[in-house]
C-alpha cells in the first residue's frame, strides 16, 4: 500500500513536539534537537534563575568595623548599582533610596566573584568568599553567622578592611520541583552547577533531589563541566550501540571506565572528540568486534589493533 502516512507522520511528529514545545515557552532550534533531547541520559542546570527564581530579598545585614547597618548598605547598593545581577537587584531594592551616581566612580562587574567599585574614592569590593581571598581581606565573623543563616553571602571591604556582610535569600521556583521529580522518572541524571557556596548548592539540591551538585565555580568551571559530561554521554552512546550490536556474540563488556582504565586513560585525560572521530569509531565496528577499549588522547580516540577481532 501506498508509504504516504509513513513517510508523512515523521516530520509530522517533529512538528508537533516542536509546536508543543513553544506552547510552553520552549524553544527548539532544530528537529534534529527534538531526537538529541529525547537520547539525554543527563540534564545540567545553572542554580540562579534557573531552578530559583534569582528574586533574592536581604535577610540579614551585619556591619563591622564602627560602620552601621544603613551605611554598609549604602555603600553596597552604590557598588550594585550598576550590576544586574539578581544579588546586585536585591540590595538596590533593598536600599531602596536614591542612589547618587556621582559618589561611583569606575566599576567592574568580576564574574563568579562579585563587584570592584570607587565609591567616594575607596576602593569598595562587594562580593562571595572567595573575592575576599582574591584581595587579602579576611571576612571576620561570618563562620558564625552562616550557621544560622544559611543564604547567599556579600561580603563587603572598603579599603583593604573589612566592613561586614549582607545575607540574600534566594528561593527555589515552584515548577523546579515538579520537572526534576519528572526527569527522576524518565531514569535521567540531574547535576546542578554553581557559584555559590556549598551550603546554599547542597540546600537547594537536596529541596529539589538533585543527583549531584558542583558549588564554588566560575563560569569556565561551569563550562568544563558540562563539556566532560557530554563526553562520558558520546562514550555511553558509543557503547549502548555496540552493545545492540553485538547482542549475538558471546563478547562481554568492560564499562567504559573500566576499558579507558586498562589502557591508561581516563576520562579527565580524555583530549577531545569530534564527531567524526566517533563516526570513525563506529564505522570501525562492523558488528564483529568482540570488546570495546577506547584509548583516549589528545589525537581523540584509539582502538588497539591487538583487541580487534576478526
Ligand atoms: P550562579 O552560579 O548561582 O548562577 P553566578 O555565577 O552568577 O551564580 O555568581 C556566583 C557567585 O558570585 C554568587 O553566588 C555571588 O557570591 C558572587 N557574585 C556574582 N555577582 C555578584 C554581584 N554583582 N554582587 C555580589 N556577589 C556576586
Ligand atoms: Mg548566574
Same mark, same amino acid.
Given at each position: 500500500?501506498?508509504?504516504?502516512?509513513?513517510?508523512?507522520?515523521?516530520?509530522l511528529?517533529?512538528?508537533?513536539?516542536?509546536?508543543?514545545?513553544?506552547?510552553?515557552?520552549?524553544?527548539?532550534?532544530?528537529?534534529?534537537?527534538?531526537?538529541?533531547?529525547?537520547?539525554?541520559?543527563? @540534564?545540567?542546570?545553572? /542554580? !540562579?534563575?534557573? +531552578? %530559583?527564581?534569582?528574586?533574592?530579598? =536581604?535577610?540579614v545585614i551585619?556591619? #563591622?568595623?564602627?560602620?552601621?547597618?544603613a551605611?554598609?548598605?549604602?555603600?553596597?547598593?552604590?557598588?550594585?548599582?550598576?550590576?544586574?545581577?539578581?544579588?546586585?537587584?536585591?540590595?538596590?531594592?533593598?536600599?531602596?533610596?536614591?542612589?547618587?551616581a556621582?559618589?561611583?566612580?569606575?566599576?567592574?562587574?568580576?564574574?563568579?566573584l562579585?563587584?570592584?567599585a570607587?565609591?567616594?574614592?575607596?576602593?569598595?569590593y562587594?562580593?562571595?568568599?572567595?573575592l575576599?581571598?582574591?584581595?587579602?581581606?579576611?571576612?571576620?565573623?561570618?563562620e558564625?553567622?552562616?550557621?544560622?543563616?544559611?543564604?547567599?553571602?556579600?561580603?563587603?571591604?572598603?579599603?583593604?578592611?573589612?566592613?561586614?556582610?549582607?545575607?540574600?535569600?534566594?528561593?527555589?521556583?515552584?515548577?523546579?520541583?515538579?520537572?526534576?521529580?519528572?526527569?527522576? @522518572?524518565?531514569?535521567? /541524571? !540531574?547535576?546542578? +552547577? %554553581?557559584?555559590?557556596?556549598?551550603? =546554599?548548592?547542597r540546600?537547594?539540591? #537536596?529541596?529539589?533531589?538533585?543527583?549531584?551538585?558542583?558549588?564554588?565555580?566560575?563560569p569556565?568551571?561551569?563550562?568544563?563541566?558540562?563539556e566532560?559530561?557530554?563526553?562520558?554521554?558520546?562514550?555511553?552512546?558509543?557503547?549502548?550501540?555496540?552493545?545492540?550490536?553485538?547482542?549475538?556474540?558471546?563478547?562481554?563488556?568492560?564499562?567504559?571506565?573500566?576499558?579507558?582504565?586498562?589502557?591508561?586513560?581516563s576520562?579527565?585525560?580524555?583530549g577531545?572528540?569530534?564527531?567524526?572521530?566517533?563516526?570513525?569509531?563506529?564505522?570501525?565496528f562492523?558488528?564483529?568486534?568482540?570488546?570495546?577499549?577506547l584509548?583516549?588522547?589528545?589525537?581523540?580516540?584509539?582502538?588497539p589493533?591487538?583487541?580487534?577481532?576478526?
Amino acid at each position: 500500500s501506498c508509504p504516504c502516512a509513513l513517510v508523512i507522520s515523521v516530520p509530522l511528529s517533529f512538528f508537533c513536539g516542536m509546536g508543543g514545545a513553544s506552547k510552553r515557552g520552549i524553544l527548539i532550534k532544530g528537529s534534529n534537537y527534538v531526537s538529541s533531547l529525547a537520547k539525554a541520559r543527563t @540534564m545540567v542546570f545553572d /542554580k !540562579t534563575g534557573t +531552578l %530559583t527564581e534569582g528574586r533574592f530579598t =536581604v535577610s540579614v545585614i551585619h556591619s #563591622e568595623g564602627g560602620m552601621t547597618q544603613a551605611e554598609l548598605l549604602d555603600v553596597a547598593a552604590l557598588a550594585e548599582s550598576y550590576s544586574n545581577h539578581p544579588i546586585a537587584e536585591s540590595i538596590v531594592r533593598a536600599h531602596g533610596g536614591h542612589i547618587d551616581a556621582a559618589r561611583v566612580g569606575s566599576v567592574e562587574e568580576l564574574a563568579g566573584l562579585g563587584i570592584h567599585a570607587v565609591i567616594d574614592g575607596r576602593e569598595v569590593y562587594a562580593g562571595n568568599a572567595k573575592l575576599m581571598e582574591k584581595i587579602g581581606v579576611s571576612p571576620a565573623c561570618h563562620e558564625g553567622c552562616l550557621a544560622h543563616c544559611a543564604g547567599t553571602c556579600v561580603h563587603i571591604a572598603a579599603d583593604g578592611g573589612y566592613c561586614g556582610h549582607i545575607i540574600i535569600r534566594d528561593t527555589v521556583k515552584k515548577t523546579a520541583d515538579l520537572a526534576m521529580y519528572g526527569l527522576m @522518572m524518565q531514569n535521567i /541524571k !540531574t547535576v546542578m +552547577l %554553581t557559584g555559590d557556596t556549598e551550603e =546554599v548548592g547542597r540546600l537547594v539540591a #537536596e529541596e529539589l533531589n538533585i543527583d549531584e551538585v558542583h558549588a564554588g565555580l566560575l563560569p569556565a568551571d561551569k563550562v568544563t563541566i558540562v563539556e566532560k559530561n557530554e563526553k562520558i554521554a558520546k562514550l555511553e552512546e558509543v557503547k549502548a550501540d555496540l552493545e545492540n550490536q553485538m547482542q549475538e556474540t558471546s563478547a562481554t563488556f568492560p564499562s567504559v571506565e573500566d576499558a579507558m582504565a586498562s589502557c591508561g586513560s581516563s576520562i579527565e585525560e580524555l583530549g577531545d572528540v569530534t564527531d567524526e572521530q566517533m563516526q570513525a569509531i563506529r564505522d570501525g565496528f562492523d558488528g564483529t568486534l568482540a570488546s570495546i577499549v577506547l584509548a583516549c588522547g589528545k589525537q581523540g580516540v584509539q582502538i588497539p589493533e591487538s583487541l580487534q577481532k576478526g
